[in-house]
C-alpha cells in the first residue's frame, strides 16, 4: 500500500508531466522547426515563402476542399498540404489560417467548392475486391480581402510550394506588373506559348505590344519580350524600342537569326534588321547555328531489308545546355534547357562601352558552329573536327547605363509614324536597366520545347530578374519527385545482390551464436 507521500508524489509527476505537455503543444504554435534531411530541403519552404508569410497583415484564409474517405496515395498528398500549411502559419504571426473541408459530407459543401472553381474529380479506388470509379475533390482557394485565387485539384505535391507562394503574392499585391509580348513581326501568338503564359499570370498581368501606327510601348509595361519575330523591323519601331529602354524599360531579345525547321529539313539566314540596335546594346547575336554532343533525341525512320525502322537518335542541332552560371538565382537550379537551332552571342561589345555582361547559359565542352551552309539531316553523319568548341554562350544578360542606339544615327520614318512619332524630345543617354539576349525564340514555344519544364521556368525566371522580382524564382525548380538512382557497373550490381543474400542470414546466425554462448 503507497504511503500518502508517494501518493503526492505521483500526483505532483503527473502535473508536471501533463503541463510540460501543455506548454510543449502552445510552444510548438508559436516556434515552427522542422529536420529536413532531404538533399533539395524540398520540406522546408524557402527563405522567399517565409518572408512572404511574414509580411502578411491582414488574415489570409485558405479553404481545401479535400475528401477524406481516398486512396493512400491521395492521403499522403493531404499529408503533404497539411505540412506545409502549418509552416506557413507558423511564419505569419497568426496572419495565415486555414481549414480543410469534406465537400462529400453535405451538398452545400459541394456546391460552395464549386463556386469557388473547385470542380469534383473522378479517381479510380479498389472497394469490395474491384476497381471503381469515385467522386473526390482535392483542392484549394485562397481568400484575401474580397479577392481569391484558386488551385482546383492537387494531384500531386511536386511545386506546390510555388504555387501557394505565388497565390499569396498575387493576392496581397496591390498592383500587378504587366508583362508584354511584343507583336507584329510574325511573333507566335501568346496560344502557342500557353504554357510560359500561364506560369507567367501567376505573379503578372500578361498582354501583347503592337508598335503599328507608332503607338510607343506603353510606360506601364515592366517587361518587354521579343519573341521570334520573322520580318525585318523598320526603323522607327527600332527607335520605339529603344527610346522604352532609355526611359528605364526592360528587354529580352529571343531572336532567331536562322530559321530552321526540323520537319522541312531546311534552314536559311534570317535578316530582321535588328543587328545594329543590340550591337549598341553590347551584345550581338552570331548568324550560325550550334552543335552540341549534349543534345535532344529525333525520331527517324531508317530503312531495315524489307521493314521501315522508327529508331531515336541524337540530334546535335537541338542543344540540351546544363552548364549554367550556377551563381546567377535565374539558372542556378535547373537541370536543362532544350533549344530549338539556337545561335551563339557575342559580347564582346559590352565591356568598351561600359556595361556589364554575364553568360546563363553555354554549350558542353564538346560543341560547334554551322555557318553560312546549314544542313538540317538527323541522319548525316558528324566528325569529332564539328566538335572542338566549349562553352560557346547561348544566353547572356546585360546590364548598365546603355547609349541610344540613335544617338547618332538618323530615324528613317515612312508617312504613317511621321505624323505619330515625335524625335525632337528623344532620349540619348537611359536610365540604369537590363537586357536579355538569346539566339532563339523558339524553345519556349509549347511545340517546340521537346516538353522540357525547365525551358519555362528558364523563361520565367528571366522574366522575374528583368522586373526586379526573382525571389519566387528560388522554388520555381524545387522538386520533390523520386530521384532516380545512380546507373552503376553490373560488378556492383552482382556484389550489392550478393551482400543483400549474404548479410541478413549471417547476422541472425551471429546472434543466435552470441546468445548460445
Known amino acids: 500500500m503507497k504511503s500518502p507521500l508517494n501518493r503526492q508524489q505521483t500526483i505532483l509527476r503527473v502535473l508536471l508531466a501533463l503541463g510540460l505537455i501543455v506548454v510543449l503543444n502552445v510552444a510548438g504554435l508559436r516556434v515552427f522547426k522542422r529536420f ?7 520540406y522546408t519552404l524557402s527563405d522567399a515563402s517565409k518572408n512572404l508569410a511574414r509580411s502578411l497583415d491582414d488574415k489570409f484564409l485558405v479553404k481545401v476542399y479535400f475528401s477524406s474517405d481516398l486512396p493512400p496515395e491521395y492521403q499522403n498528398n493531404k499529408r503533404y498540404l497539411n505540412d506545409q500549411l502549418d509552416e506557413y502559419r507558423a511564419y505569419a504571426g497568426g496572419n495565415f489560417q486555414y481549414e480543410f473541408i ?18 469534383p474529380v473522378q479517381i479510380q479506388v479498389l472497394k469490395e475486391d474491384r476497381m471503381q470509379v469515385q467522386e473526390a475533390y482535392m483542392g484549394l482557394v485562397f481568400l484575401y480581402g474580397d479577392k481569391q485565387e484558386h488551385l482546383p485539384v492537387v494531384q500531386s505535391t511536386s511545386n506546390l510550394e510555388y504555387e501557394i507562394s505565388s497565390s499569396i503574392k498575387k493576392l496581397t499585391s496591390k498592383e500587378l506588373k504587366k508583362v508584354g509580348f511584343l507583336s507584329g513581326h510574325g511573333e507566335p501568338s501568346l496560344q502557342q506559348m500557353s504554357r510560359l503564359q500561364e506560369m507567367l499570370s501567376k505573379q503578372y498581368s500578361v498582354t501583347t505590344v503592337d508598335l503599328s501606327g507608332g503607338k510607343a510601348v506603353p510606360a506601364d509595361i515592366a517587361v518587354l519580350l521579343v519573341v521570334a519575330p520573322d520580318k525585318p523591323f523598320k526603323s522607327w519601331e ?5 527610346q522604352y529602354l532609355m526611359k528605364g524599360g526592360r528587354i529580352a531579345f529571343l531572336l532567331n537569326k536562322v530559321n530552321a525547321s526540323l520537319q522541312s529539313q531546311s534552314a536559311h539566314p534570317l535578316n530582321l534588321e535588328i543587328d545594329d540596335l543590340l550591337e549598341s546594346y553590347g551584345v550581338r ?15 527517324v525512320s531508317q530503312q531495315a531489308g524489307f521493314m521501315v525502322m522508327q529508331n531515336q537518335v541524337p540530334f546535335y542541332y537541338l542543344p540540351s545546355a546544363s552548364e549554367f552560371d550556377r ?50 539531316n538527323p541522319t548525316v553523319p558528324m566528325t569529332p573536327d564539328m566538335f572542338k568548341e566549349a562553352g560557346i554562350p547561348l544566353a547572356v544578360t546585360v546590364e548598365g547605363g546603355f547609349m541610344s542606339a540613335f544617338a547618332s544615327t538618323p530615324i528613317v520614318l515612312d508617312s504613317t509614324a511621321r505624323n505619330s512619332i515625335d524625335t525632337t524630345g528623344r532620349f ?12 532563339d525564340g523558339d524553345f519556349l514555344q509549347d511545340q517546340l520545347s521537346g516538353g522540357n519544364k525547365d525551358n519555362f521556368i528558364f523563361a520565367s525566371n528571366l522574366v522575374d530578374w528583368l522586373a526586379d522580382d526573382i525571389g519566387l524564382a528560388s522554388i520555381r525548380a524545387r522538386d520533390n519527385s523520386s530521384k532516380p538512382l545512380d546507373e552503376v557497373g553490373e560488378g556492383t550490381k552482382t556484389l550489392l545482390k550478393g551482400i543483400n543474400l549474404a548479410v541478413p542470414p549471417l547476422l541472425v546466425v551471429f546472434v543466435g551464436f552470441v546468445r548460445w554462448r
Open 327 to 376: 551563381t546567377s538565382p535565374i539558372v542556378k537550379d535547373l537541370r536543362s534547357v532544350t533549344l530549338y537551332f539556337a545561335s551563339s552571342i557575342d559580347t564582346s561589345l559590352a565591356r568598351p562601352k561600359g556595361l556589364s555582361a554575364r553568360v546563363l547559359v553555354k554549350t558542353s565542352t564538346r560543341s560547334g558552329r554551322a555557318e553560312n551552309v546549314f544542313v538540317i
Open 102 to 119: 469534406d465537400p462529400s459530407k453535405k451538398e452545400e459543401l459541394k456546391q460552395e467548392a464549386q463556386r469557388y472553381g473547385i470542380p
Open 238 to 242: 527600332k527607335f520605339l524600342i529603344d
Open 36 to 42: 529536413d534531411l532531404t538533399q533539395d530541403k524540398i
Open 428 to 439: 540619348v543617354t537611359g536610365k540604369s536597366s537590363k537586357i536579355v539576349a538569346m539566339g
Open 285 to 299: 547575336v552570331n548568324t550560325d547555328l550550334v552543335r552540341d554532343v549534349s543534345c535532344a533525341y529525333v525520331t
